[in-house]
Nanobody, 112 residues
Framework: QVQLVESGGGLVQPGGSLRLSCAAS????????MSWYRQAAGKERELVAS????????NYPDSVKGRFTISRDNAKNTVYLQMSSLKTEDTAVYYC?????WGQGTQVTVSS
């Protein structure tokens, strides 16, 4: 079955950086778009980044554009989210998404 396992979350100060990882299994990773979403307390889940199957196309909302970078390693079945210049409003649970499935999420807290 499809498994998506996120890691790399934690507590970081405003202006800091974190790199999230999502290890995927149970499907043909290199054939599918991978995405990162986030959900802050009391808010709806929102897309923060997506990357095409071969990695040639990426997509970001304006709220993270220029600060977040999604990448993938198809040899390792892993997708990454490099987050820089973090803001308090980036605090949320971050989820990996692919082929209609979700990971368990990893908490990112941006606070001084």
């Amino acid at each position: 079955q499809v498994q998506l396992v996120e890691s790399g979350g934690g507590l970081v100060q405003p202006g800091g950086s974190l790199r999230l990882s999502c290890a995927a299994s149970g499907f043909t990773f290199c054939s599918h778009t991978m995405s990162w979403y986030r959900q802050a307390a009391g808010k709806e889940r929102e897309l923060v980044a997506s990357i095409s199957s071969a990695g040639g196309s990426t997509n970001y909302p304006d709220s993270v554009k220029g600060r977040f970078t999604i990448s993938r390693d198809n040899a390792k079945n892993t997708v990454y989210l490099q987050m820089s210049s973090l803001k308090t409003e980036d605090t949320a649970v971050y989820y990996c998404h692919a082929v209609g499935s979700w990971g368990q999420g990893t908490q990112v807290t941006v606070s001084s």
